[in-house]
Each structure stands twice: as C-alpha cells, then as structure tokens.
C-alpha cells in the first residue's frame, strides 16, 4: 500500500494541474463582438481546439477520480474486466487503468 501512496500523490497532483488547465481554457474562452469573417473563421477553429482538450482534459480527470475513488475502496490494483491483479508496473505506468494487461487489449476493443 506504501507504493499506492506516491501513485496517490502523483494523481492527486495530476488532478490540479488538468483542474488548472480546465479553468485556464475557460478564461480564455471567448468571442469578440465586432470580428470580421476571417478573424471569426480563426476563433472558430480556435473554439474547436479548445473544446478538444477541453474534452481531454476532463476524460483524464474523470479517469483519475475513478481511480482515487478505487483507492479508497481498496480495489486499486484489481482488473476491473477479470478481476485479477493490475501489477504494481503497469500502475506506475498507466496510474488510472482499470485493467490488467491481459485485459488491455479487449478493453481497447471495447474503446475503452
């Protein structure tokens, strides 16, 4: 569990940052009123940018509260497709996968 600490640490620190990023792109959200067509054609695209890592960010936020969630319930390291043991490794690697890696590939199937 020692080693579930620093996991713990590292996605709670990775959590305030995707936080900050997510409230930085909404400050900067914003739309001009008097804009001609190629500067609303720019912010269009640029909306579009923000909108996908705006999605990103809170898809990985989502994913780590689900695992901190997972810690607190003491099933962290449990394969949530067999229920088999996620090696300490691949959770160091991937800190919020719920799958083993025999799992992994059948999870990809699924797009998860």
């Known amino acids: 569990m020692a080693d579930h600490a620093a996991l713990r640490q ?8 995707i ?14 009123e008097d804009i001609d067509l190629e500067d609303q054609a720019q912010d269009l ?3 579009e940018v923000r909108a996908a890592l705006d ?5 990985e936020l989502n994913g780590i509260d689900r ?5 607190d319930k ?15 490794q691949r959770l160091e690697a ?3 996968t ?3 890696e025999v799992c992994a590939p059948d999870a990809e199937k699924l797009g998860e």
């Open 10 to 17: 590292q996605l709670e620190r990775k959590r305030e940052e």
């Open 19 to 32: 936080l900050q990023r997510l409230n930085e792109i909404q400050e900067t959200w914003h739309q001009p």
């Open 45 to 47: 695209e640029n909306e």
């Open 55 to 59: 999605k990103e960010g809170m898809e």
């Open 67 to 71: 695992a901190l969630e997972r810690m």
């Open 74 to 88: 003491g099933i962290y390291d449990v394969c949530r497709l067999c229920g088999g043991k996620i090696s300490l």
């Open 94 to 96: 991937l800190p919020y």
């Open 98 to 100: 719920e799958v083993c």
